[in-house]
């Protein structure tokens, strides 16, 4: 199974990027699926999850700005980031928990990140 993120870039403060993630390989099923951030020097952070049902969760620094959604017939999630700040600069991580047959559980698998860079 492998996650595979693209999007990211440089943006100039107040613009927009789409970040995608699609899920690969033998996959029986996929749970929530989640966008992740990390600085140098600091934790990796929850930015937003989807679950399977398409409940979203999202940290309050991007809530009205970012949007989670996904395409489970693509084994995809999207995240729409609008209104971007400098501090929302980081390398851009997704995941999702997956189950590759009905008789296990779901594990955990990440995305290689994207790098998001948000300056003038």
């Known amino acids: 199974v492998q996650l595979q993120a693209f999007g990211g870039g440089l943006v100039q403060p107040g613009g927009s990027l789409r970040l995608s993630c699609t899920a690969s390989?033998?996959?029986?099923?996929?749970?929530?699926m989640g966008w992740y951030r990390q600085v140098p020097g600091k934790q990796r952070e929850l930015v937003a999850a989807?679950?399977?049902?398409?409940?979203?969760n999202y940290a309050d620094s991007v809530k009205g700005r970012f949007t989670i959604s996904r395409d489970n017939a693509k084994n995809t999630v999207y995240l729409q980031m609008n209104s971007l700040k400098p501090e929302d600069t980081a390398v851009y991580y997704c995941?999702?928990?997956?189950?590759?047959?009905?008789?296990?559980?779901?594990?955990?698998?990440w995305g290689q990140g994207t790098l998001v860079t948000v300056s003038s």
């Open positions: 390989g033998s996959i029986f099923s996929i749970n929530a």
């Open positions: 995941n999702a928990g997956i189950k590759i047959s009905a008789r296990v559980r779901y594990d955990t698998y």
């Open positions: 989807i679950t399977s049902g398409s409940s979203t």
